[in-house]
């Protein structure tokens, strides 16, 4: 069966500081991967998707990139944290078929504080 | 630009009580998914609906897909308190490969 990792489970960082959360999808090949950031008890907002290695699509200007260096890995990153970009950010997976995805399964989240 | 409504924002109820959330759009989506997530947890996918028209049933959950494909309903017979939750829908965009999520219905069943 497919599973669905990503750590930290919560981070409390400094204005300015690097970020790294990392999502690792077990049991499948080539899912497609997303990182969303849900506002407290809202909706979710899609940040970086990728339906391949190395091939990472931006939906909102910010200060996080995102890459895919292996085919189950996807990372969020930051060079200089703002306070903005404290949220809970979630990644998720559907499976890739070439055809039209149907759902996404989704990580246990990451409770991020920018202090 | 694909949008999802959802109505009511919230909902609080009492044990046993029936409900129905909705889920409404101007655009027809090739699918609708509905997810519950509990505090400080990921988002876990409760049913996907494809056809319109379409009826699944999920114990005590009754989902419809509109007749269009632009809305949704979820509804709840005899809520219990394990029902308490934020309920997420979700629509495919036009690209096929990325999901449109509505602000969500949050509910809180009282014992």
């Known amino acids: 069966s497919q599973t669905i990792h990503q750590w930290p489970a919560t981070l409390v960082q400094p204005v300015g500081s690097p970020l790294s959360l990392e999502c690792t999808v077990e049991?499948?090949?080539?899912?497609?991967l997303y990182w969303y950031r849900q506002a407290a008890g809202r909706g979710l907002q899609l940040l970086f998707y990728?339906?391949?290695?190395?091939?990472i699509s931006s939906e909102v200007p910010q200060n996080l990139s995102a890459s895919r260096p292996q085919d189950r890995q996807f990372i969020l990153s930051s060079k200089k944290l703002l306070l903005s970009d404290s949220g809970f950010y979630l990644c998720?997976?559907?499976?890739?078929?070439?055809?039209?995805?149907?759902?996404?399964?989704f990580g246990q989240g990451t409770r991020l504080t920018v202090v | 630009t694909q949008l999802l409504e959802q109505s009511p924002q919230f909902l609080s109820i009492q044990e046993g009580e029936n409900l129905t959330v909705y889920c409404n759009s101007s655009?027809?989506?090739?699918?609708l998914q509905w997810y519950r997530q509990e505090p400080g947890e990921g988002p876990v996918l409760l049913v996907t609906?494809?056809?319109?028209?379409e009826v699944k049933k999920l114990k005590r959950l009754t989902f419809q897909f509109g007749d269009a494909r632009k809305d949704s309903s979820l509804h709840i017979t005899a809520a219990q308190p394990g029902d308490t939750g934020l309920y997420l829908c979700?629509?495919?965009?036009?690209?096929?490969?990325?999901?449109?999520f509505g602000p969500g219905t949050r509910l809180s069943v009282l014992p």
């Open positions: 655009s027809v989506f090739s699918s």
């Open positions: 998720a997976w559907s499976p890739n078929s070439g055809l039209l995805v149907t759902e996404a399964f």
């Open positions: 979700a629509g495919v965009d036009n690209y096929g490969q990325n999901f449109v």
């Open positions: 049991g499948t090949s080539n899912p497609n």
């Open positions: 990728s339906v391949g290695i190395g091939q």
């Open positions: 609906v494809v056809t319109g028209g």
